[in-house]
């Protein structure tokens, strides 16, 4: 601290600052550092592999792989399996997100007023999204059993035995893979609803109802334009989680029968873990990563433009 | 109030009801089948709560020997990864998590300081952090295994440590400059006015202020890190074991017919995370939107 009183000292502490690494920029560096290592190098290393045969039974080290240029694209874009498990996921992301919101919206107006133990029953509500999501999946996968009480309950209202093995039918197996994410997601949603519906101006609500304005109608032309951001957010971050969506799919099915089950990430993990086609997993990764950065470029201008 | 008030109430409250046993029923069911024993792991019709309890599940999951003499009396119909003890799995996840949390939690608020105050990089910087979230972990798993392997870091603590750092960290920044941003920087001039550095007004003077909601960070963290499962499932082949892998472990052992087993596994592997859960029920939303919406 002494030298900087001294004038003497000044210009020289100057020079010397220039090589050194700025305070701000100094607390940056740590984060900066680890997310450049595990998620700016590998995608230098995956545009890398998409254009080589990598399979590491080969015993060839992925650096010296063998360059067969535009062929996996090629082979990609003739991927049935591949082409559906994008559709897959898309649908599956539309479906949870929508029935997310809906089931949201309708839990968020029951706790919008006070009522003896309205806190608890929050409290249990919120329950399925503090659950590990393996564990959830776990659950699942014994409630959809051949021997659960799903087709319990389901005998018992027929009056015959119905013992329908949901997880091995390719159709029917999405189903309790949806019903898990939704089962699990839309606590987080209604949070979400609810702090937003609990943080709208009341003399506005107030006075809609005094000019005698029906609660529908409050809703639709009040309520639901205020909510839009809340709203937009949420759908925002459920839409990017369930574009990943891989542990559940993995418990329950594996992507079995067939691939029929197969989402983006489980189709990826069965190329590159099961049958050990690195370098064209790596171009699959290539392509999905581009669709990301195209949809949130998409998505960015009219959020921001928002504020 | 009139009688249609009175109804519509009433339907409110069984909305509500139905709601909760909903988000039970598939947690009930997990508790009760582990419980359950071997008989009425998968009878029909199913068991829904059984009249003998047993902690023989438990044993199983804890004991090798208990695992062992289990496995023996099935004639060998359940393979090898049943009689893995779980300790190693708690063990290994609490070690990984804990350090994973850490040096997430610190990079973060060293990060979230100088986005906060400095404004480093301009407003769209923080933005490239985000990007980590929203790309799907997938997309970098094949690389990421092919580095740790010439890196000699899969399969290693180390390896899975920078891992989970790494993909915590977006939450760590956010979340964390979201506490920063609602201090007033008058407090640390104030400070600086009376001669102390910048490093020290933030360790004197910030820091014990966020302290709450950095806990709450690192909690928050914590149970990511603990839950998580596909880097756990391709950056380890057996030397490491978290407790997701032996859960899928019990799942796929013996083509998925270990209820008893893997529901109580299940059960105590997530015990620590609901626990965390409601300790920090106030920051989760913050914590799931990265610190957009506050509550």
Redesign the interface.
Known sequence: MANVVTSKQGPANRARSRWRIPFNVALILPAQLTVLSVVIVPTVVVIWLAFTDWQPTQALAWYRAEIIGFWNFYDLWYDERFINAVLRTFVVVAICVFAELLLALGLALLFLDEWPWRKLALSLIVLPMMIIPVDAANAFFMIFNEHGPINHVISLVLGRPFEFSWLSHPTWAMLPIMLCDIWQWTPLMFLLVLTGLMGLPQNQMRAATMLGASPVRIFVSLVLPLLTPVIGIAVLIRAIETFKIFDAVYILTRGQPGGATETISMYMYNGAFVYFRMGYIAAAALVVLILVVVTCLALAKPLQARG | MTSPGYLITGL??T??VV??F??????F??VS?AFKPYEQW?????V?ITEQPTLQNFRIVFFPDAAREFAGAQSGSLDYKVSASAWKAFADSAIISSLATF?SV???T??A???S??G??GPSFPF??L?????????????????F??LRLADTYAGMV??Y???T?PFS?WMIRSFIDDLPEELEGAAMIYGAS??RAFLTVTLPLIKGGVLATALFIFILN??E??FA??LTSGKIVT??LQ??NY?SASS?KL?GV??AM??V??IP??LF??LI?GH??RG??LG??K?
């Open positions: 409110k409250r909305a509500v709601a909760v909903i988000s039970f029923f598939p947690i069911w997990l089948t998968a009878s029909w019709p199913p829904w040096f610190t990079f973060g060293l990060a300081y100088s986005i105050r400095f480093t990089g490239q952090f990007t980590v979230r929203m790309m799907p972990p997938i997309a970098v798993v094949v690389p990421v295994v092919a580095l392997s010439i920078i891992a750092t790494a993909f960290l920044i910048r490093a603990w839950s499962f596909l499932l391709v407790v997701t859960v899928a799942v998925g209820y893997q529901a299940g059960t592997s997530t995370v609901i859960g409601y029920q989760i939303v799931l939107t957009a919406i509550r």
